[in-house]
């Protein structure tokens, strides 16, 4: 299976602050990597696909880019909503797999 | 609206069975892949199984964890995803999601239900 490695695994910021995560494969994934966003008590919800695709209804804040097996999810001023745990997913191949996670919190 | 409630979920002892279902509305289920994807309380997510449409014959993928004791199925004509879970261990205490493949694939999950606990504990 293909591993998925995020970093940071948490994240400290402010309000307006630019952050950014990086998530790295273990092989090539040909740009099919999601990130998705979880808040406490409720489902994922999805902001990237193929790596740097907005998703319809996600703030232009949100930014994804990266290739090959190196990944990264940017936002680029932090609101509160934004405070959450977010996920890379790689589906290029089985088993499909998900970053161990980061978690974004307030300073 | 695109809903997806899953349903079925609860405590079993080790070694027992659950069968979880999903029922879908506001979108055309059979045009879409579904999955399942858990999540143990307090840790990340991992996709559990793959169930794809008709005119890919409805063929199936699984995680290794659960390969053999897990079987997704569907039913199109009552937009109903399902997981039949047996034998089950204690570490498969998990909330269980229901989850939508967007339509062009290979695709991300677009769409997620709130998600039903399953609790393996004796």
């Known amino acids: 299976d293909i591993q998925m490695t995020q970093s940071p695994s948490t994240l400290s910021a402010s309000i307006g602050d630019r952050v950014t995560i990086t998530c790295r494969a273990s092989?090539?994934?040909?740009?099919?990597l999601a990130w998705y966003q979880q808040r406490p008590g409720k489902a994922p919800k999805l902001l990237i696909f193929k790596a740097s695709s907005l998703e319809s209804g996600v703030p232009s804040r949100f930014s994804g880019s990266g290739s090959g097996t190196e990944f990264t999810l940017t936002i680029s001023s932090l609101q509160p909503d934004d405070f959450a745990t977010y996920y890379c997913?790689?589906?290029?191949?089985?088993?499909?797999?998900f970053g161990q996670g980061t978690r974004l919190e307030i300073k | 609206e695109v809903q997806l409630v899953e349903s079925g979920g609860g405590l079993v002892q080790p070694g027992g069975s659950l069968r979880l279902s999903c029922a879908a509305s506001g979108f055309t289920f059979s045009d879409h892949y579904m999955d399942w994807v858990r999540q143990a309380p307090g840790k990340g997510l991992e996709w559990v199984a793959r169930?794809?449409?008709?005119?890919?014959?409805?063929?199936?993928e699984y995680a290794g964890s659960v390969k053999g004791r897990f079987t997704i199925s569907r039913d199109d004509s009552t937009n109903s995803l399902f997981l039949q879970m047996n034998s089950l261990k204690t570490e498969d205490t998990a909330m269980y999601y229901c989850s939508r493949v967007a339509v062009v694939v290979p695709a991300a999950n677009d769409f997620w239900g709130q998600g039903t606990l399953v609790t393996v504990s004796s």
């Open positions: 169930i794809r449409n008709k005119v890919k014959g409805y063929t199936t």
């Open positions: 997913q790689q589906y290029n191949s089985y088993s499909l797999t």
């Open positions: 092989q090539s994934i040909n740009g099919w």
